[in-house]
């Protein structure tokens, strides 16, 4: 109980600090807009071009933003000297990973939520159909970036060039996440059912499963280190 | 007082990479103690702060709170700790109220509202209670520190440089504070580089230098002018 508590506490403290400074979400937003335009523009609206690379712009800017987003997981605590406090908070520290993890998720799927209704808009797709099976999708690629990207996070938080450090420990260790995520949304945009895309499904559940276990397992010595 | 220490620090050496910060350093402090850690920079004073808090492993020796090692159970020895460093620990977009329930709550402590208002009295901080930190000045940002500590109710408690940027009214509400907690059975180990009445909580006086406790004595009666006496014998910082 005091467990769910404390991870509960460390999201809520997050999500309140992001409401009110709404420093990340803003920039992430800004960022969003930005990349839709230049895809968009770049792009143009030759629909056999954009069928092709549609999925591949659509995670491109979910994982750009991610990158700002989990960049910025323990940039509060350095910026307030709450990273000492963190490490002496007695018990199990897996519960303040569950706690950030759950804060990045929300902030993620906030931003994803609104960068995909506004690709639907941008380059006129209806979504109607795909959208069950893309929010699996986005939802299990989502928890896969975040639980490793909130791990590297710690890890980087306390290095000098951690904002290089922090994208070129990532984006290796998602290529199985990418990979599904591109190939799965790729199907769902042309009309397949989510079943249509199970093994790519079971991919990201079994990524995010060993993410999610090895991060658990890891962050204590992680935030020792 | 209880005469058996709850702070034990037995030949400390910390070694950073090949320069030595503290080279066999012994200290024992009892509960409702307070002592106070003085030095130069770079003595080693808040090196030795940092092992005692978990924060450090020292190179050699041992140092143990209430019997349990620093280093081999540091969950034990966190659980009755309070640390005010030199950063307040508050999140400006917080509200007084909400740091302490969430340190509370992420110290495993069931902080009700009346306690967290409570602690927030006990730091004459109650009218500011519910409003953000970021409006605070260094002094409120200091006494919600300690709101936060105390809320936790350490056996033994870590200060480093607790008077630093504070008024003299502050400073006179601190000393309260401080003897409050001795008399409450804390012990308390505080870094300093004041002489004056800022020791006037300690009960000894440590000074730190070339890495060993160069001198541990009682503070007495002893004064200001006494204090930089001894400590300008026993430290090469030129006063």
């Given amino acids: 109980m005091s467990y769910a508590r404390r991870a509960l506490a460390v999201a809520w403290k997050d999500l309140a600090v992001e409401r009110r400074s709404k420093e990340t979400l803003n920039a992430l937003v800004f960022f969003s807009l930005l990349l839709l335009f230049v895809f968009q523009f770049t792009l143009g609206g030759d629909r056999e071009r954009l069928a092709a690379v549609l999925p591949g712009v659509l995670w491109l800017g979910f994982v750009l933003s991610a990158l700002l987003a989990l960049g910025r997981t323990f940039l509060v605590e350095r910026e307030h000297d709450c990273w000492e406090g963190l490490l002496l908070a007695p018990g199990d520290k897996s519960a303040i990973y569950l706690g950030k993890l759950a804060g990045n998720l929300a902030l993620m799927l906030v931003v994803e939520a609104l960068v995909l209704g506004l690709f639907a808009v941008f380059f006129d797709i209806d979504l109607g159909r795909a959208l069950p099976g893309l929010v699996v999708v986005v939802l299990l690629g989502t928890l896969g970036l975040a639980a490793v990207g909130t791990l590297f996070a710690a890890m980087t938080a306390n290095v000098r060039a951690r904002e290089l450090l922090f994208p070129v420990l990532l984006l290796p260790v998602q290529v199985p996440v990418l990979l599904a995520t591109v190939k799965a949304t790729e199907a769902l945009l042309l009309g397949e059912p989510l079943a249509a895309v199970g093994h790519w499904v079971k991919l990201l559940v079994a990524a995010d499963v060993v993410y999610l276990a090895v991060s658990l397992l890891t962050f204590d010595v992680v935030l020792e280190g | ?239």
């Fill in chain 2, 1 to 239: 007082m209880n005469l058996e220490p709850i702070v034990r620090v037995v030949d400390v050496r910390k070694v950073f990479g090949l320069v030595p910060v503290l080279d066999g350093v012994s200290l024992e402090i009892r509960a409702g103690e307070a002592v106070a850690l003085l030095g130069a920079n770079g003595a080693g004073k808040t090196t030795l702060l940092k092992i005692l808090a978990t924060l450090l492993r020292p190179t050699r020796g041992t140092a143990t709170i209430a019997g349990h090692d620093v280093a081999r159970a540091p969950e034990a020895v966190r659980a009755l700790l309070g640390v005010v460093a030199h950063g307040a620990w508050v999140y400006d977009d917080l509200t007084a109220r909400e740091n302490l329930k969430f340190w509370a709550t992420l110290g495993g402590l069931a902080a009700g509202a009346d306690e967290v208002t409570a602690a927030l009295a006990g730091v004459g901080l109650e009218r500011a209670a519910d409003a953000r930190v970021r409006t605070f000045s260094a002094g409120m940002k200091r006494r919600l520190s300690l709101a936060r500590v105390m809320l936790a109710r350490p056996r033994v408690l870590l200060l480093d440089e607790p008077f630093a940027g504070l008024d003299q009214r502050a400073k006179k509400w601190l000393e309260g504070r401080l003897e409050a907690l001795k008399a409450a059975g804390a012990a308390l180990l505080m870094v300093t580089h004041s002489f004056g009445r800022e020791l006037g909580v300690a009960d000894r006086l440590a000074v730190l230098a070339g890495g060993r406790i160069a001198l541990d004595t009682a503070r007495g009666s002893l004064g200001p002018d006494d204090i930089q006496r001894l400590y300008a014998a026993h430290t090469e910082d030129g006063l």
